[in-house]
């Protein structure tokens, strides 16, 4: 018996994050092999093309790496996916493509719903609807719109993100203020570069914003369609494991029946679990007793 | 089409979730589709209530389709994925913002770490449903409250809505339910005890059935109060066709098949503002009355009853009108629909 091979038809040295990409991929069970993409051995089940690789073989899904020029329209148009690292593409691809992050949020980051936050607020004497704000001028916490705000040190932003009712934010700190589900403001250039319409408001007026937070944090509706929105933004197209378990989905290979861990492993991913979490222990310790080898077998060619 | 019906199934307790499910069962088979209900046991307590999610992550469903209707089922994985859902783990969400005594869900780390999870996991499995419908607005609502999320209300006949029918309209004020705490059965015993004389006849049982019967002694209206515990079907239809007035008020209902059983025997139902579901049926001084919850009115509405039949069978009437076009012919259309 073999566990499900994915072939490599590369025809330059693949970016670093497809390489990240791949390594996630032999984490889920599947070999990944570009010596059986020489036609050697037995046949994969799928491949990952990249520009100027070997054509794949009809009827055999495959993956394809956006070429940055000269893209194959041809065989994009026939893959099963689409990899990309370019949020505008990805939007313009649709259903087809899958993001192959540039930037992954801190792991630690773990989002919080807001009307966790409000009973989180309300048993450590916060005040109810506190914002924060993040911009070149560092790090602010309002304890309510009407006060001035105040300097928060770096290691109280996380804590502060995380308790808040709305933030804003601009640039890279969007997707730290989203993996914590913080209901956010932002400008219309970060919203864009983060594919994040959806998931904040978008204020062009800088003195706008902190209105527009206000707003935002005192309607539970909105806040909890844009907590939502975000935390599915940053779990889907900013996780390098949730792309991997759905490369392999769309190429139709399952975690295999080889490895019935496997398949829970691909269950937590699909929720962002992080690998030492509480549930994620709780779980390898009801399955300790099974006689199943945890560690996949990594990949032919590639190494850690 | 082969269509799985996804229920949880907390061993020995039968309700209203699980008549739902079993009427679905026999909506789909009746439009001429293959189906069965598939229940996985759950437990309610916060520190197990991940477990039966997880398994349901696991299973492997072969159908054409599934139809996930409570919480945890609805964690099922299936390309065509529908949920019509009953309720989410409420302890975790508007019980614990109550702080409702059947909510396990404080404010302590454990359980709002827990509650964020369920409700983060919540937001992935439910988000996945190709289709996502409610059983009434008041489920929509903490939907789009605590989740973002938008559902679609799809109400649905009460069982026994082919059998119920009007009736005289006697002297008491008829109340069908499970005697828990979320029912809210002493409030039968204190409407009475402010109402000038009407009897009163609850039928159901539960936990609290014995501390029911001590109230009404003691407040001395246990000559007027009828507690005939559980009653099969055929008792049940002829106490609503009998009845001159239901009093349905329970704390934040889901849906209610009370409410809806006693428009279709013909009879107003008498309720409170807090009451939830209840309310999408029941409209002050057309279908019911609605009150503020206390003693005083709730008695205040049984008297006004009483002594004026002629409006029982006026809001009755309303509300059987109201509830004509239920079916579930349609409701199984939009639950298969392209």
Redesign the interface.
Known sequence: MSLPRLGLLVGTDPPARLRLLLMAVSDRVCAVDALRASGAGPAPAAYLWTSGGPVPPAGVPYAAWLPEVDADTDLLDAAAVILTDDVAAADRIGRQALMVPASAPDPAATPVPPFVRRRLRAARGLPDTPLVRGDAAGWHWYPNSADGGLALDDDAVDAAIAVAAAAVTTGAALLRVLAWGTPCVTDPASAEALGAGAAAVVVTDPDDRLAAAAALAADPRAAARHHAAGTRLVRTRHNLRWSAAEMLRRLRLPPSSLSPIATVVSGLDEFGMPEGSPFARRIRAHLAALPIHADPPHAAGWTR | MDVLVCGAQKPFMTGGAEQHQDNLVTALRAAGHRAEVVRVPVAWEKDRI??AA?AW??LPLDADVIIATNFPSYFARHPRKVVWLFHQHRAA?DG??AQADWSDFG??DTA??A???I???D??VL?EATRLFSTSGVIADRL??????VATPLYHPPPLADRLHEGDFGDYVLSVARFDSNKRPDLVVDALAQSGGIRAIAAGRGVLQHHVRHRAKAAGVADRLELPGFVDDDTVIELFAGARAVLYAPLDEDYGYTTLQAFLAGKPVVTATDSGGVLEWVEDGVTGLVTDGSPRELGAAFDRLAADPALARRLGSAGRERVRGLAWAPIVDRLLAP
């Open positions: 991940f477990e997880m992550r696991l969400y614990a913002d404010t302590d709002l770490e509650q964020r999870l409700t983060e996991w937001n992935v988000g789009a409250r605590y989740n973002g999320l």
